[in-house]
């Protein structure tokens, strides 16, 4: 019985921002969650969305997590616009 994957929609419906996050995402799914249940994979997804920084030491969400992390870029009042 063939199971239906995980779609870039449904993530986006996770609330996975659009972008680089849910090809990682779908990547580390495929890669690591074959045999897994999509109950299961859609609660792990879950979790590292609403809290990604969580999973940033994780051995297997670790590159979805930093692509979640927004870049903090360092502001100094030394710089023109």
């Known amino acids: 019985m063939k199971r239906k994957m995980l779609s870039g929609k449904d993530l986006i419906k996770l609330g996975y921002p ?3 996050a849910i090809g990682l ?7 690591y969650f074959k045999r897994s249940e999509k109950n299961e994979i859609i609660e792990i997804l879950k ?3 609403a809290s990604p920084r969580d999973f ?3 051995s ?3 590159t ?3 692509a979640l992390v927004p ?3 360092k502001i ?3 710089s023109t616009l």
């Open 60 to 62: 297997i969400w670790n």
């Open 71 to 73: 870049a903090e870029k």
């Open 47 to 49: 979790a590292v969305v």
């Open 56 to 58: 940033v030491t994780d």
């Open 25 to 31: 995402a779908i990547n580390t799914v495929l890669k």
């Open 76 to 78: 100094d009042g030394s």
């Open 18 to 20: 659009e972008g680089r």
């Open 64 to 66: 979805v997590a930093l």
